[in-house]
């Protein structure tokens, strides 16, 4: 099974600063890496899929980059609605695997 | 608008049956799209428990493939999911979601979850 880890495990940023998590793959997952927002009692939501494209919806502050075992979604300009827990995850390889996630919070 | 629902027992007693239904609206569980179950234990961690394909066989996570079971009801438009021997490692909130075909079948939708505790 491939293990994502996640770095850091809580980011501690304000609004307005740019926010930079990485998600690192045990074994090259090439392209099929997404990432999801959860926010308290809710569900998480997609916000890129194969690494790089942005969910329905989802605004453009929102990127994501990387190949093989090294990704990174980056958000551009922190809104305070962004500040929530973030989840890589992996469908290269059965079983699809989720990373232990990396918490944005408020400075 | 795509939603998804989850509904079942709130508690079961260890060594019991964890069974979950998710309805579907919005969208054809016949569709080419893949129906799956994720759980996330209190300490946050998420876990794929399976999916299911209108066209093909349902595919487990190893960890719990001899515990699961994965179907389909097209004329409900619901899918379910059955876990046996449950013990409290079990315990967590449990989603259905849909790994949609647009978007390379990450999951796009999900329900909102629903907390099952095992407990005697």
């Known amino acids: 099974e491939i293990v994502l880890t996640q770095s850091p495990a809580t980011l501690s940023l304000s609004p307005g600063e740019r926010a930079t998590l990485s998600c690192r793959a045990s074994q090259s997952v090439s392209n099929s890496l997404g990432w999801y927002q959860q926010k308290p009692g809710q569900a998480p939501r997609l916000l890129i899929y194969?690494?790089?494209k942005r969910a329905t919806g989802i605004p453009a502050r929102f990127s994501g980059s990387g190949s093989g075992t090294d990704f990174t979604l980056t958000i551009s300009s922190l809104e305070p609605e962004d500040f929530a827990l973030y989840y890589c995850q992996q469908r290269s390889n059965w079983p699809w695997t989720f990373g232990q996630g990396t918490k944005v919070e408020i400075k | 608008q795509v939603h998804l629902q989850e509904s079942g027992p709130g508690l079961v007693k260890p060594s019991g049956t964890l069974s979950l239904t998710c309805a579907v609206s919005?969208?054809?569980?016949?569709?080419?799209?893949?129906w799956s179950w994720v759980r996330q234990s209190p300490g946050k961690d998420l876990e794929l428990i399976g999916e299911a394909y209108s066209l093909g066989s349902p595919n487990y996570n190893p960890s719990l493939k001899s515990r699961v079971t994965i179907s389909l009801d097209k004329s409900k438009n619901q899918f379910y999911l059955k876990l046996t021997s449950v013990t409290a490692a079990d315990t967590a909130v449990y989603f259905c979601?849909?790994?949609?075909?647009?978007?390379?079948?990450?999951?796009?939708?999900w329900g909102p979850g629903t907390l099952v505790t095992v407990s005697s």
């Open positions: 979601a849909r790994g949609y075909s647009d978007s390379e079948f990450f999951f796009d939708k």
């Open positions: 919005g969208d054809s569980i016949s569709s080419p799209n893949w």
């Open positions: 194969e690494t790089s």
